[in-house]
């Protein structure tokens, strides 16, 4: 199985660079700006799971009744959910002023570093949005590359278009999150963000425009949908447990950022919740503090793992994979590519813990 997903991802790999090599002879990227090329380029061909597009090929590829399609105008298509995810992370990267995105710098620090204006300006952050708006008009343009009726493709645009609107919905609530107090929210207010900024477009829009492009009916859409937020919701704890536990070398960026920046993820909400008077105090002295020293994230760390924050959370992700594997089992779906869906959901996501608290 893992040679046919890495087989996927080589052809998904080459129909990015393919299509943004051919959307710069259509469009003279270049000639516009050869640093709005090569930086985008670098942002986008990055090592990465690929999650999305594997999961719009399979679903496709699971129910397409054609014997005989285009596999490179099929890849091509599945493209476009990475664009988007591109976008998301370039304008998710300007509002958190990030660093780092996939071990290298954000788009916006690759635009400080190779723009170099007369007066020294610092223009980085503007650029990136451009070139995430920019991004995001190729992701459409990519997913109408597919071969099929205009009544399909207009359907898969219109998802793709939802889900683009439901994660912004998501970053605006996000933001807004960002500056109550974690008294002023709800499990209920976490888990919609997490639907919204993960859920919906990491897994529920790939799975619903593969399989709307294939012809799917619509009671088996809504097997996919349920099955992609639940997925979502799980693999966005298990995101929350890497930032608390991992190492930088494991995911690629710092550690302990969601601290940092007061992130009131599920792990720190039930954390707060569960502690005594005694630590909730001692924990919001260290969470809303604007500069957190190390030894504060550790504190912070060890409170959530006191509380039961942490064995909680790790029950309720559980319990979130195992509605996606009785999801994925119902489905009506060719035998080999469901199989190859179950992988990419939980070997390729989370399916365990690799560290310890």
Not at 24 to 29: G, I, M, T
Not at 267 to 284: C, G, W
């Amino acid at each position: 199985m893992n040679h046919v997903i890495n087989a996927y991802i080589k052809k998904i790999n080459a129909s990015l660079k393919h299509f943004l090599t051919d959307a710069n002879r259509r469009y003279s990227l270049g000639i516009t700006s050869d640093a709005l090329l090569r930086s985008s380029k670098d942002f986008i061909l990055r090592k990465g799971k690929r999650i999305r597009p594997l999961l719009f090929v399979l679903s496709y590829k699971g129910y397409t009744r054609k014997t005989s399609y285009s596999d490179k105008r099929l890849f091509t298509s599945a493209a476009s959910i990475e664009l988007l995810h591109d976008f998301m992370l370039i304008h998710d990267d300007v509002i958190d002023n990030s660093d780092l995105r996939r071990g290298k710098p954000t788009l916006h620090k690759l635009f400080d570093h190779n723009i170099h204006l007369p007066d020294k300006a610092k223009v980085g952050t503007s650029l990136a949005i451009v070139a995430g708006d920019i991004i995001f008009a190729l992701a459409i343009e990519s997913l109408l590359s597919i071969d099929e009726g205009m009544e399909r493709k207009e359907k898969a645009l219109k998802n793709l278009v939802q889900a683009a609107a439901y994660t912004g919905a998501g970053e605006f609530i996000d933001v807004v999150f960002g500056h109550k107090t974690i008294d002023q929210l709800s499990e209920h207010d976490i888990f919609l963000t997490y639907t919204l900024k993960t859920a919906k477009y990491t897994f529920e829009c790939p799975l619903l425009m593969g399989a709307i492009l294939a012809g799917v009916p619509a009671p088996e859409l809504k097997k996919l949908s349920q099955l992609g937020l639940a997925a979502g919701q799980a693999f966005q704890i298990y995101d929350d447990f890497l930032d608390l536990f991992a190492t930088k070398k494991t995911i690629g960026k710092p550690i302990l950022t969601d601290l940092a920046e007061s992130k009131k993820t599920l792990l720190v909400f039930k954390a707060y919740k569960n502690s005594k008077p005694d630590e909730k105090k001692r924990f919001r002295e260290i969470f809303e503090k604007n500069t957190k020293t190390v030894s504060d994230l550790e504190d912070l760390r060890n409170i959530v793992v006191k509380s039961g924050s942490y064995d909680y959370c790790l029950k309720k992700m559980s319990s979130l994979q195992e509605e996606a594997t009785r999801l994925v089992k119902s489905l009506k779906m060719k035998k080999a590519y469901k199989k190859a869906l179950e992988y990419v959901i939980f070997k390729l996501s989370p399916s365990s813990m690799p560290f310890k608290p």
